[in-house]
């Protein structure tokens, strides 16, 4: 089995549930371990325009698995689907957004996948999880997390209490 972390975002139809949702999906696959699960952050949307969305509720699931990134890939989007994910709009509103961030150590770039996800490490709502759940991880490409995350503001990010 490979050690895989997953972001999950939502901003549309209960973010909360939404995420809740996709994490017991995921748990309730033959072939996936959900072995962590980190906090849900709140977070202001990134739009590439100025409409307004509403905030984002984001976690990182660090999961064991024997699916090929490609597989796990079709998972996830069959989990965003049955969610009611509808892809329109680069970086709009949806209700649910799953990306792999990290497949073990590998790197891979496909014309499907890039992994490392590609800007992961500019992004507080997906470092700061992460860093919850492994603070000793280290990313292929990019370093130690705990020295990346001495560059990210907290800044727009807040833990959820719930």
Known sequence: MITVYI???SNLADPLQQLTIAIESLRAHPDIIVSNCSSYYQSKALTLD????????????????LL??????????????QQGRIRKTKWGARTLDLDILLYGQEEIVTERLKIPHPHMCE??????PL???????????FGKLSAI???????????DSE
């Open 7 to 9: 972001g999950l975002g």
């Open 50 to 65: 100025d409409t307004t969305q509403p905030d984002y509720f984001n976690a990182v699931v660090e999961v064991k698995t």
């Open 68 to 81: 090929n990134p490609e597989a796990l890939l079709d998972k996830l989007h069959e989990i965003e689907n």
């Open 123 to 128: 992004r507080n709502f997906v470092l700061f």
């Open 131 to 141: 860093y919850e759940i492994n603070p000793v991880l280290v990313i292929p490409t």
């Open 149 to 159: 995350i001495e560059n990210i503001s907290m800044d727009g990010l807040k833990k």
